[in-house]
């Protein structure tokens, strides 16, 4: 992929909208987009081991010649950094630099970073702007948008954490091109999301061996985002829960698991297969239609089966359905037409518990 004009994604929040910048190449201008946006000269940079080795450089060349004095800040790569100890360290090393509540933080990597670097941002001097720069498929098309931040507790996922919504998101999908495979892929799983929920036609554009026309891609699934946060900013409101459209199953199944042998979109990927299944039981989708966005799954390599040695009991124990639920009915996003989804509420159990055993064939 070459690089090409940016394209703005408007995000129209009402207290305070933000920009999102997409364009191959444009990690070397992010200094001049924050300066544009930002009057004071201290900024953290906060990354991971894997991303400074790689794209550091070029942010800090960038925001030294914007006239920012930059300090880096790195964490360890890997869902381990999302934690609270960590938060406290970065805010250590923030106030042993000397940043006060006029310093603004760049966010520079994958979903962990975005998410831990957003949650010091909102609680730094009770909150300072944060800008957020995605590397990954998964932070640019949906971690990087939408102002969710926070880090896991040894009880679960995600159980600490505030809404901060980042001052501006500047997307280079050229950084994706040192992602590894199996990275890349996974945040596929979000895009195939993003198209049942929203965009049927996108389907028909997703090929695995196709990088030139990232740049549209990742802005079109921005502007799904965007739109859908804009609509309902903080889940109150059900539309934003239309995101979580595979991830019952999903997450239940990156659970039972034990975290680290799927990563969350290869999970996504099966409960997205679940789901579908459900809709042509539940909601009249077609099985032509489930079936043709399971065959775009497995082209990302994604895998779409329940393996053997997981049990079922698990996978419902981890959506917190066992033996007490029969009966039991349970919030589920179905789709009856590819491109629309809907929230049911009554959904059982033993529906999940068939559709958990579909998944094994
Ligand atoms: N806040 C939200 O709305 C939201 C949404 C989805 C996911 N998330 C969170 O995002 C996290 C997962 O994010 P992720 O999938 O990006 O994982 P990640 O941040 O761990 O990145 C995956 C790996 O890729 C490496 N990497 C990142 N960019 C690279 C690049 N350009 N080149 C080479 N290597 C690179 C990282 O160092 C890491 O090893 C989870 O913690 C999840 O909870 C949050
Ligand atoms: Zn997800």
Do not use: W
């Not at 992929?1 to 190449?25: I, K, N």
């Not at 809404?163 to 990275?183: C, E, K, M, N, Y």
């Amino acid at each position: 992929m070459s690089a090409s004009e940016p394209v703005t994604v408007e995000v129209r929040l009402a207290r305070a909208p933000y920009c999102v910048r997409v364009g191959g190449g444009i990690l070397a201008a992010c200094g001049g987009m924050i300066r544009a946006l930002h009057a004071g000269n201290r900024v953290a940079v906060v990354t991971d081991a894997n991303v400074a080795a790689i794209h550091l450089p070029v942010v800090m060349e960038s925001l030294a010649a914007a006239g920012f004095e930059a300090v880096a800040i790195t964490v360890e790569a890997g869902e381990t950094s999302k934690r609270l100890e960590c938060a406290g360290q970065v805010c250590d090393a923030m106030i042993a630099a000397g940043l006060d509540r006029s310093a603004l933080l760049v966010a520079l990597g994958g979903g962990v970073v975005g998410d831990l670097a957003g949650f010091v941002a909102a609680i730094y001097y009770r909150g300072i702007p944060c800008v957020q720069i995605p590397t990954t498929v998964v932070a640019q098309v949906d971690s990087s948008v939408g102002g969710k931040t926070g880090v896991n507790a040894p009880g679960g996922k995600n159980l600490i954490g505030a809404f901060h919504q980042p001052s501006l998101v500047i997307i280079d999908p050229l950084t994706l091109g040192t992602l590894p495979a199996r990275d890349y892929n996974e945040g596929f799983a979000e895009i195939i999301k993003h198209a049942v929920i929203r965009d049927a036609e996108m389907l028909a554009v997703l090929d695995p061996g196709e990088r030139a026309g990232l740049a549209g891609l990742i802005a079109r699934n921005v502007r799904i985002k965007a739109a859908i946060v804009a609509a309902d900013e903080r889940e109150t409101g059900g539309e934003r829960a239309l995101l979580n459209f595979g991830h019952t199953i999903g997450h239940a199944i990156e659970q039972a698991a034990g975290y680290g042998r799927f990563r969350h979109g290869e999970a996504v990927s099966i409960g997205l297969r679940g789901a579908l299944l459900l809709s042509v039981h539940r909601a009249g989708l077609a099985q032509a239609d489930c079936d043709r966005v399971v065959r775009v799954l497995e082209a990302f390599q994604l895998p779409v089966r329940v393996p053997e040695d997981l049990a079922t009991a698990d996978i419902l124990r981890a959506m917190g359905r066992d033996k007490k639920f029969v009966g039991g009915k349970v919030r589920f996003v179905l789709t009856a037409r590819l491109g629309s989804a809907f929230l049911a509420s009554d959904v059982t159990t033993e529906e999940i518990e068939a559709v958990v055993g579909e998944l094994r064939g």
